[in-house]
């Protein structure tokens, strides 16, 4: 008699602690529409709008918590797969490399430098005769994972590896093959329809410049440093959304969003 087979165990990495706390809010966030009536694998627009997707618009005529929103938004089952197996790599591989509260903070940086880019971009489209993309609705984390790409791939010259120990799902992906995953992501917004480039290029830069200013005193753990880090970056954000608000012609603008939103409105 042959003794059977021993079962086979499926071993699957643990995510970090703050990287498991976002993606599961952007799954809290999609259950939380779908339980609201939100269609589950294809959002409507209107869905979308109703609950804070980055409507350049609506963004520059008084909605800026759009350019947070929308980063916690998906447009349906599909669109948030991709994202959190991207977003659990990313966050990954940066908190091991830069450490939990840097990592957070490129994150959500990057995510609403990110939006702004969409914003700008969609304005100066506007400016130029293509009034629709003002009208057009942005959400997904996206624009966040790029900007730790970004964060990433600055990683690659900045900062010193501190990671030979660690096993090797838990390394920081700071090698080629990260190079070519951000050039097939950047590639494949350019031919497939209906993806957020300027989020996706304006997300990389971002994380870039947050990586860099996340990078200030590498080695140094006291509150000078960590204020430095901090402060540098929290600038560096306000002074975007700040310049994205103020440089909005609000009258023209402002009849702009009450004339959508009266088109929008249901008739009785």
Known sequence: MTASPPPIRMVFPRLPLATAVLVGLNVAVWLLQVARGVAPLHASPEALVAWGGDVPLLTLTGDAWRLVAAMFLHGGLTHLALNMFALAFTATRLEDEFGTARMLVIYVLGGVLASCATVSWNEWQATHGHIAGLVTVSVGASGAIM??????LVALVVVPPRFAALPPHRRPGVDTGLIQVVVINLALGFVVPHVDQ????????AGAALGLLMSI??????????????GAAAVLAAVCVGALLHGASSVRLQALRAQWLAEQAPSR
């Open 147 to 152: 900007a730790q790409f970004g964060a990433l």
């Open 198 to 205: 300027a989020a996706h290029v304006g997300g990389l830069l």
């Open 217 to 230: 005193f590498p080695a140094a753990t006291d509150a000078r440093a960590t204020l430095a880090r901090y």
